[in-house]
């Protein structure tokens, strides 16, 4: 599997769009892009994902570079209930293959 | 639906004491994973199944055991309770292979080992 890397923690303004990146440079063609959040106490929760094409769903927007090697995960206007720990998981789509959470990003979302 | 539930919220074990950690799940889900989180850490598989008895072990398997007798239930055991074990523990599912289909969790099992 590739490895990612994320900031370890971030900071936006409520009402503002949140722009988490990752970089995921060995990545290879047969392998997806999954981001999952964590609120403090709780089990994770799927946000979304993608191969190579900009993807939008009610949560987030995941736009992934035409070189494939980073992303970026938007969440548009940026409340205080998203404060929570971002994982960006890259993971090939063949097989019984799992999803292995590093350490995230910290998102705080402030007033 | 319920999702993915979780018994017990909370745990306090003594070093060698056995349990079992319940999960269930309502979404007829063929893949089922337990997990562990360390604090400060992110989520280290235990051992998956993808559908009733069928299981396979995951990066840290020792100390655990599981069964899926049943495409609901996935219940997680551990025979000699170390303190090592100390962590938080989530069951999830999914429909199909998880690097194609988003995980569902449940809520976690908080597990003291003293």
């Known amino acids: 599997d590739a490895k990612t890397t994320q900031p370890p923690s971030m900071d936006c303004a409520e009402g503002r769009a949140a722009n988490l990146p990752c970089n995921h440079s060995?990545?290879?063609?047969?392998?997806?892009v999954y981001w999952y959040r964590q609120i403090h106490s709780q089990g994770p929760q799927y946000i979304i994902h993608?191969?190579?094409n900009n993807e939008t769903n009610e949560m987030a927007s995941l736009i992934i570079t035409e070189d494939r090697k980073s992303s970026t995960l938007i969440l548009p206007h940026a409340t205080l209930r998203d404060t929570a720990v971002y994982y960006c998981?890259?993971?090939?789509?063949?097989?019984?293959?799992?999803?292995?959470f590093g350490k995230g990003t910290m998102l705080l979302v402030s007033p | 639906n319920a999702g993915v539930t979780q018994t017990p919220k909370f745990r306090i074990l003594k070093i060698g004491q056995s349990m079992t950690l319940q999960c269930t799940q309502d979404?007829?889900?063929?893949?089922m994973y337990w997990y562990r989180q360390d604090p400060g850490m992110g989520l280290k598989l235990i051992y998956y199944?993808?559908?009733?008895?069928?299981?396979d072990k995951g990066e840290v398997p020792n100390g655990y055991n599981v069964s899926r007798s049943t495409t609901e239930d996935f219940p997680l055991r551990l025979e000699l309770a170390a303190p090592s074990q100390t962590s938080v523990y989530f069951c999830?599912?999914?429909?199909?292979?998880?690097?194609?289909?988003?995980?569902?969790f449940g809520p976690g099992t908080r597990l003291t080992v003293t």
């Open positions: 060995t990545i290879s063609g047969n392998e997806y």
């Open positions: 199944s993808v559908g009733a008895g069928i299981t």
């Open positions: 999830a599912s999914s429909p199909g292979l998880a690097s194609l289909y988003e995980q569902y």
């Open positions: 998981i890259v993971r090939v789509a063949t097989g019984y293959s799992t999803l292995t």
């Open positions: 993608g191969l190579k």
């Open positions: 979404m007829n889900h063929n893949y």
